[in-house]
């Protein structure tokens, strides 16, 4: 699935506070109101070098203000997911993509 036309530009209001140490960040919104935030490591982080983190995120408002929390407790995670690599991380915005719609009542 090509994902990069759900990609929005929110990075001024980035919820994961991941826009220091030089890294990629795309936040995706998909048509069930779910989304997803993915951080590469740091590139200092040699140990993490490769690895992205993904947050699950519900959006509570419309484009273009595309106001949302992270979901922390979906049945996905309880908080974020470290994937192995960018393939790894395109099969976890597959899930993301495929939750079922609705208010999700428990994020933060």
Known sequence: MDFERFIIDLNAKCLCGCMEGDRIHKIYRFPNDYGASVVSAPKADLEARGTFRL???????????????????????????????????????????????????HCH
């Open 55 to 105: 947050y699950v995120l519900h959006y509570e408002s419309p484009a273009p203000e595309h106001e949302c929390e992270i979901v922390r407790d979906s049945d996905l995670t309880d908080d974020h997911i470290v994937c192995r690599d960018w393939n790894d991380a395109e099969r976890w915005l597959r899930r993301v993509y495929d939750l079922a719609p609705g208010r999700h009542s």
